[in-house]
Structure formats: structure tokens, C-alpha cells
């Protein structure tokens, strides 16, 4: 006989969580409607996202530039160190020779002595550490063994330094890759969004760049402007005979530049050295205020300091802003970031 037993109803938690689950797959059914592919942003959002993109951008280049320049440094340090080490390594092969020398002169006038004969097979360190063996050397013997035992100290302190630096080269190679595929991928990812625009989009876009170049130059050439000093001047005029070159990540000139680039570059044809990286530059001289600056001051933007320009007078810089753009005068008030502090160099 079959049995006929009512069904079991869902309990209110189940029937709950059942309800809550559906409701939640409507919502994201229906964000993923709101955001599905193919959903075209506006031209003001895809440019929003691409300025951020660019700042991240770099942001990166100048964690580049500081790993190129370490990269550069540790170089120059290991092949010195290398070079050391090699040139040591000869003069101790010749201090041994000529110890065998005195042994073999020791021999000739009437034979060596046990002293001579552990020297010349073991290490010498070890040798003198037993010092009651040097009673039994002639005083010449005694200089030329502490001499070895110095070059061989200096010797493996050199080794020992050279292999820590080039731990250290390695690590900053491996860095140096990094931040490369960061920057590129930034800049992929911004160009990917560019690319959805319209050509009139595109064309209106370059054409608020160019109104707004051209009002930051017209600014500029507004009067007179006195530089800080004759330096900042050389640095300025430089600069600005760069005006329309293109930025490029890791650029020095004279072809192109990136932020920290140009400066240097300005700077250098006045004869004045400063560091590759924006974060180094804005450690030396003296630091301003806005109110403070003149022209050919380097001028800082952004928290962590990843943009430098030149300031130009009136409120506007001469810079190289970031990739797709060229060496042009801008507004402080445009960059994109707060303006940190001014330096004179």
C-alpha cells in the first residue's frame, strides 16, 4: 500500500536565503546589462580615465629612470670592483714569485729551512698565524709575508663587495623589467580606450590641447619675466629651444624626453649637473613657495613627486607633460596634480 505523506514545506531560513539569492542574481544580472561590452563611455570619461591612466604611467617611468640610474651606477662600481680585484690578484702572484725568489736564493747558499719550506705550501695566513715560526725568517721574509697577507685581506674584501653588488645589479635588472611592462601596459591599456573614440571625438580632443597650449605660451610671453639667475636662465632657454619635441619614457635628448629628462637636460647645457630622477632633483638647492618662484625654477608636482618642469612665469610651466604629447608650456593649475614645492638650483 503506498504511503501519501504530505511534502515537507522549506523551512523560513531556506525560503529566505532562496529569495535573498534570486534577488541578488537579478541585481547582477542586471549591472552586467548596465556595463555589458561594447558599452561605449562618453569622450569626457574615456579621457578622465586615460589622464589617470598617463599619470600612473609615469608615475612608472620615473621608477624606471631611478632603476636605470642604479643600474648604471652598480655597473660602473662591479666593473671597478672587477678590475681591482684582477690587478690585486697580479700583484699578489708577483709577491709570491718573489718570496720563491728568496727561497731559492735561501736554497742555493746552503738550503731551505723547514719555516720556507710550509710556506711555500700552504696559505700564508695560516703560516703566520703561528708566530713562533718567524723567529726562523729573515726580517726581508717576515715584510714580504705580511705584505701578502695584506693583499689578500684587501683581496677578498674586494670579492666579497663585488658579489654583493652584483646581487644587487641583478635585482635591479629584474626591477628595471617590471616597471618597463608597467609602463607599457598603462599605456596600452590608455590607447585601448582611445581607440574607442570617434575620429571626431579624437580631433576634438587634440584640438582642446592645442587651445590650451597656445593660451599657456601666450601667458609666458606676457611681459618680461626675470629668471632666478644666469644658471636658471641658460636651463630656461634651453628648454625652450626644445619646445614641440616628443615625450618618450627614459628620453635625455636631444631627439626627446621625459619629465626628469628635459630638466636635466636644460640644466646640463648651463653647466650645471643635477640628478636623472624628479624625486632626486627636488632634494637639492633651496626649496619656494609658489609665490616665490622665478623663471627656470624647478617646480614639483604630485605627492610623490613624479613630475618636474621649469617654471615659466605667469602661473605656467615649460615641461615635457607624458606620453602622446610634446615639450610645451602648460598651466600649474592643469597638470593633473597638486604643485608640492619649487626648487633653485
Known amino acids: 500500500m503506498t504511503s501519501h505523506?504530505?511534502?515537507?514545506?522549506?523551512?523560513?531560513?531556506?525560503t529566505t536565503v532562496l529569495t535573498t539569492a534570486a534577488a541578488a542574481a537579478v541585481a547582477l544580472s542586471a549591472t552586467a546589462a548596465?556595463?555589458?561590452?561594447?558599452?561605449?563611455?562618453?569622450?569626457?570619461?574615456?579621457?578622465?580615465?586615460?589622464?589617470?591612466?598617463?599619470?600612473?604611467?609615469?608615475?612608472?617611468?620615473?621608477?624606471?629612470?631611478?632603476?636605470?640610474?642604479?643600474?648604471?651606477?652598480?655597473?660602473?662600481?662591479?666593473?671597478?670592483?672587477?678590475?681591482?680585484?684582477?690587478?690585486?690578484?697580479?700583484?699578489?702572484?708577483?709577491?709570491?714569485?718573489?718570496?720563491?725568489?728568496?727561497?731559492?736564493?735561501?736554497y742555493r747558499s746552503g738550503g731551505i729551512d723547514p719555516s720556507m719550506?710550509?710556506?711555500?705550501?700552504?696559505?700564508?695566513?695560516?703560516?703566520?698565524?703561528?708566530?713562533?715560526?718567524?723567529?726562523?725568517?729573515?726580517?726581508?721574509?717576515?715584510?714580504?709575508?705580511?705584505?701578502?697577507?695584506?693583499?689578500?685581506?684587501?683581496?677578498?674584501?674586494?670579492?666579497?663587495?663585488?658579489?654583493?653588488?652584483?646581487?644587487?645589479?641583478?635585482?635591479?635588472?629584474?626591477?628595471?623589467?617590471?616597471?618597463?611592462?608597467?609602463?607599457?601596459?598603462?599605456?596600452?591599456?590608455?590607447?585601448?580606450?582611445?581607440?574607442?573614440?570617434?575620429?571626431?571625438?579624437?580631433?576634438?580632443?587634440?584640438?582642446?590641447?592645442?587651445?590650451?597650449?597656445?593660451?599657456s605660451a601666450e601667458q609666458v610671453n606676457t611681459g618680461y619675466h626675470s629668471p632666478a639667475s644666469g644658471r636658471a636662465g641658460a636651463a630656461f632657454a634651453a628648454a625652450q629651444s626644445q619646445l614641440g619635441k616628443p615625450y618618450i619614457r627614459g628620453g635625455t635628448g636631444p631627439s626627446s624626453y621625459d619629465c626628469s629628462g628635459l630638466t636635466s637636460w636644460a640644466y646640463a647645457q648651463a653647466d650645471v649637473h643635477i640628478p636623472r630622477t624628479s624625486e632626486a632633483q627636488s632634494g637639492i638647492g633651496t626649496r619656494l613657495t609658489r609665490s616665490e618662484l622665478q623663471v627656470g625654477d624647478l617646480v614639483f608636482f604630485f605627492n610623490d613627486l613624479h613630475h618636474v618642469g621649469l617654471y615659466a612665469g605667469n602661473g605656467q610651466i615649460l615641461h615635457a607633460p607624458r606620453s602622446g604629447t610634446v615639450v610645451r608650456y602648460e598651466s600649474m593649475d592643469t597638470i593633473g596634480g597638486p604643485f608640492m614645492f619649487g626648487v633653485r638650483v
Open 5 to 14: 505523506r504530505r511534502p515537507k514545506q522549506p523551512s523560513r531560513t531556506r
Open 34 to 106: 548596465d556595463a555589458a561590452p561594447g558599452q561605449k563611455l562618453g569622450k569626457d570619461e574615456v579621457k578622465a580615465k586615460v589622464d589617470t591612466l598617463y599619470v600612473q604611467a609615469e608615475q612608472a617611468t620615473e621608477k624606471y629612470n631611478g632603476a636605470s640610474e642604479k643600474q648604471r651606477k652598480l655597473q660602473a662600481e662591479v666593473s671597478a670592483l672587477q678590475d681591482s680585484v684582477a690587478r690585486g690578484q697580479q700583484d699578489l702572484n708577483t709577491m709570491r714569485d718573489g718570496l720563491g725568489s728568496l727561497a731559492a736564493a735561501q
Open 117 to 215: 719550506q710550509l710556506l711555500l705550501s700552504s696559505d700564508p695566513d695560516e703560516f703566520l698565524d703561528k708566530a713562533s715560526t718567524l723567529d726562523q725568517l729573515s726580517s726581508q721574509q717576515v715584510e714580504a709575508l705580511k705584505k701578502i697577507q695584506d693583499k689578500q685581506r684587501t683581496l677578498a674584501q674586494e670579492r666579497a663587495e663585488a658579489a654583493e653588488k652584483l646581487k644587487d645589479l641583478t635585482a635591479t635588472r629584474t626591477e628595471l623589467g617590471e616597471r618597463k611592462q608597467e609602463v607599457q601596459g598603462k599605456l596600452a591599456e590608455a590607447q585601448k580606450l582611445l581607440n574607442t573614440l570617434t575620429a571626431k571625438e579624437k580631433a576634438e580632443l587634440a584640438a582642446e590641447e592645442q587651445r590650451a597650449g597656445r593660451a
